[in-house]
């Protein structure tokens, strides 16, 4: 049985390091992480002429001295049918995201590509996810443990 001494003893070798270890490290880099809204003329997203406002932004990147990032925050969205303003919709996707873009509450995909992970549209994955692109930076996976909206761009679209 170890004695109380050598117990004491490595405890406090072990707060030494620990001490020790923040000391050597870079403070992170923390700044605002802007968004601004616009008009998808074209249809590319949703198939017909939307508009995409910031209703709340109050995120930051935090980026620690090893290239790792954190972005924390409010971020919500409305999204209108331009032809039709009374057809709208406003996501909160406030959530942390970590390197890797993994997140661990909600996520919105704002994909223009059909061949994209869920094909073009407005998604909100909620639980853990994390996105995987192909060489041309196109996300084309997003593995996650949770669930993904339906194309939020079917509930402001005209009837």
């Given at each position: 049985m170890p004695s109380r001494r050598s117990a004491v003893a490595a405890l406090v070798a072990v707060s030494a390091l620990v001490?020790?270890?923040p000391a050597g490290a870079a403070k992170p880099a923390r700044e605002p992480l802007p968004a601004e809204g616009f008009v998808d003329d074209a249809g590319i997203i949703c198939g017909f002429p939307i508009a995409i406002d910031i209703a709340q932004n109050?995120?930051?990147?935090t980026t620690f001295s090893d290239g790792n990032f954190l972005i924390t925050g409010v971020f919500k969205a409305t999204f209108t049918n331009v032809a039709d303003p009374s057809r709208t919709i406003r996501v909160n996707a406030?959530?942390?995201?970590?390197?890797g873009e993994t997140s661990t509450g909600p996520q919105l995909?704002?994909?223009a590509d059909p061949e994209e992970a869920f094909g073009a549209g407005i998604y909100l994955v909620r639980?853990?996810?994390?996105?995987?692109?192909?060489?041309?930076?196109r996300i084309v996976e997003v593995p996650l443990n949770g669930t993904v909206s339906g194309n939020l761009c079917d509930l402001i679209a005209s009837p």
């Open positions: 001490a020790v270890a109050k995120e930051t990147l406030s959530a942390a995201s970590r390197t995909y704002i994909l639980g853990k996810s994390a996105a995987v692109r192909d060489e041309e930076g």
